[in-house]
């Protein structure tokens, strides 16, 4: 009996178990997903093929287009300053002024010294200086030795009469020949007061030069950067412990002088348009042109010198400013880029998620400039293909997805 009553137990306990399987079983297979259900919903972008306009960057330094310290020609003690700090002036303009006085009494001076020496030459109340043959002194020294050389050949005649004694001859030439050189002395005389004149005129001209240099004039338009000198103070001009007066600079066009990466050579040459940026005036480009470019490449920086002309007409940028500088070298046609949402970085590695047919396909990129959101793919994408650009963080390689219509229908990639 009891044996009857533990089969009929056993088997409803096997029943009730082979029941519940059944429902697991019924369970499991209602409830697994299909591969529609496993896919990812993303967004996609395609790979687009654009222009891009290739740049150097470089950095450098603005200065000024001439840079002229201002010395003194004459020595003297300073009288007047005409300009100061910041003044622009213009080629020619008076800028300080030594005092005169001595320089003008010096003119005053060989003026007299040469009035003299022309009176003596014959040249009276301003006139012209007498020929050689018409000075005082040759006139009359001509004369002596012509009434000498006259009075001779009368001697000789008579001593061929036998009315004179040889020693009457020779007397009278011994007279004639004294005069002759009389005359010649006194044409020497002419003569060196002639070479004094053109010294005494000559340090006349040297006089009124110095006057004239004791106002110093402004050697290039510019402005001025700096004054190092005050009224009354001394001025050593003319040697080589000359007195610093003022710095001026020609800030009209800039100088940027920048180092470019040795990469670049053959790339960048003079007159090309150069774009330069200060700190002074965020957002606003100063644009110029190439105007040298270095012959070699400094070891130490792996660079070579450029240097840019760059106009500054309104004055807003000033010598010794930091500069950024750009330079296009070349468009290249047809260049790769994807969205900045498409480039996914993962432990050094940059990589993008190319779809095609529902399933993703992972590869490695390498990306270059950034411009407008777009990144340039440099390796591994083409134009055309789509790349996902949300949930770059749950995709692998060989992953299902569901490209949704809109980038709005999925949440932004983590």
């Known amino acids: 009996m009891k044996r009857c009553v533990l089969s009929r137990l056993s088997g409803i306990s096997l029943l009730l178990l082979l029941a519940l399987l059944g429902c697991s079983r019924e369970q499991a297979a209602n409830s697994a997903p299909t591969a529609k259900d496993q896919s990812i919903a993303i967004t996609v972008s395609p790979v687009e093929a654009r222009d891009l306009q290739r740049r150097v960057e470089a950095v450098g330094t603005l200065e000024a287009d001439e840079e002229v310290v201002v010395y003194a020609q004459v020595s003297g003690y300073l009288g007047k300053i005409m300009v100061d700090l910041g003044d622009r002036v ?37 006139g012209e200086i007498l020929s050689d043959d018409r000075q005082s002194m040759v006139r009359q020294a001509k004369a002596n030795y012509d009434d000498a050389a006259l009075w001779y050949e009368r001697m000789q005649g008579l001593y061929k009469e036998g009315a004179v004694s040889r020693n009457d001859v020779d007397t009278a030439m011994a007279k004639r020949d004294a005069l002759k050189a009389a005359l010649d002395n006194a044409l020497d005389q002419v003569r060196a007061l002639r070479d004094q004149l053109r010294e005494q005129a000559a340090a006349l001209e040297l006089a009124r030069r110095n006057l004239q240099y004791t106002v110093i004039l402004a050697p290039i338009d510019g402005s001025i950067k700096q004054r190092d000198v005050s009224v009354g103070q001394y001025i050593a001009g003319g040697s080589m412990q000359n007195t610093k007066l003022l710095t001026l600079i020609r800030d009209n066009p800039l100088k940027l002088k920048a180092s470019v990466p040795e990469r670049f050579q053959g790339q960048i040459r003079a007159g090309q348009e150069v774009k330069v940026q200060v700190e002074a005036y965020p957002g606003r480009e100063f644009r110029g042109s190439v105007q040298r470019v270095g012959p070699a490449v400094f070891t130490d920086t792996r660079t070579f010198p450029i240097e840019a002309r760059v106009p500054n007409r309104e004055g807003l940028l000033k010598p010794g400013s930091f500069g950024k500088a750009r330079l296009q070298i070349r468009v290249d046609h047809g260049v790769p880029f994807v969205p900045e949402e498409a480039v996914y970085y993962f432990v050094g590695i940059t990589k993008a998620f190319v779809v095609k047919d529902g399933i993703v396909e992972e590869r490695q990129i390498t990306v270059g400039e950034r411009q407008d959101g777009l990144v340039e793919i440099v390796e591994g994408l083409k134009p055309g293909e789509q790349v996902a650009t949300s949930r770059l963080s749950q995709l692998s390689n060989g992953a299902p997805v569901q490209v949704n219509a809109t980038p709005d229908d999925s949440p932004p990639n983590p």
Do not use: M, S
Not at 113 to 123: D, P
């Open 90 to 126: 213009k080629v020619g303009q008076p800028l300080l002024q030594i005092n005169q006085a001595d320089f003008q009494l010096q003119v005053q001076k060989a003026e007299a010294i040469l009035q003299q020496t022309r009176t003596r030459l014959g040249a009276l109340n301003g």
